[in-house]
């Protein structure tokens, strides 16, 4: 069955610090890849995609994230962090032709100004 | 455009008792999926329905039942309720099936759901 792994549950950040948060998924074939974040006391939404060609996304926010292949990582980055930013991040990976969406366990981020 | 929009948004039940929720997707959206999301397990894929049919399913028990009407609106169930059933549930619509926005999913706020 397919997987996805986020490596760190808690982060704290002072902001204008980077971040990157892992994620590692199991599935071999063509995937879809997402990460969603859900802001205190809000609904989940998307931060951004990747479907195919450039393996480089950028997203809402000034959040990117690079999908490695050979690795099965989709990591998210961020030069440089706000205290907006305090949210918890979700991975997620649609595989080939399903359209059921596995979740990570997600990241909490706290950023601290 | 209305978002998502699940019902109702808190509810308390008792062990053994069965609830139903309820979400009605964006509209144009088909596909509807419902997850459970726990604070140490994250979101856990329930199941997605698509024109009325349940295409995919996951590893929950029978209890665990939804249906969709042709409306695209859609209802889970859970039967004979546990204290482990305490948790926030989501509805989520889509509209692609293929290409660069499928699997794109849009959520509402949630169903949170407490057994005592």
């Known amino acids: 069955a397919q997987s996805v792994s986020q490596h760190n549950h808690h982060v704290i950040l002072s902001e204008a610090a980077s971040l990157e948060l892992g994620c590692n998924y199991s599935y071999g074939g063509t995937v879809n890849l997402f990460w969603y974040v859900q802001y205190p006391g809000q609904h989940l939404q998307l931060l951004l995609k990747y479907f195919s060609g450039d393996p480089l996304v950028k997203g809402i926010k000034g959040f990117e994230a690079e999908f490695i292949k050979s690795k099965f990582s989709f990591n998210l980055r961020k030069p440089s962090v706000q205290w907006s930013d305090t949210a918890e991040y979700f991975c997620?990976?649609?595989?080939?032709?399903?359209?059921?969406?596995?979740f990570g366990i997600g990241t909490k981020l706290q950023v601290i100004p | 455009k209305a978002g998502v929009t699940q019902t109702p948004r808190y509810l308390i039940k008792t062990r053994g008792q069965q609830v139903t929720l309820s979400c009605s997707p964006i509209?144009?959206?088909?596909?509807v999926s419902w997850y459970q999301q726990t604070p140490g397990q994250g979101l856990q894929f329930l199941f997605e329905y698509f024109s009325e049919t349940q295409r995919n399913k996951g590893n929950f028990p029978g209890r665990f039942s939804g249906r969709q009407f042709s409306n695209s609106r859609s209802e889970m169930n859970v039967s004979t309720l546990e204290l482990g059933d305490s948790a926030l549930y989501l509805c989520?619509?889509?509209?692609?099936?293929?290409?660069?926005?499928?699997?794109?999913?849009?959520f509402g706020e949630g169903s949170r759901l407490t057994v005592l």
């Open positions: 509209s144009g959206h088909r596909s």
């Open positions: 989520a619509s889509s509209l692609a099936l293929t290409g660069g926005a499928a699997g794109e999913l849009f």
């Open positions: 997620a990976v649609k595989e080939g032709g399903y359209q059921k969406v596995t």
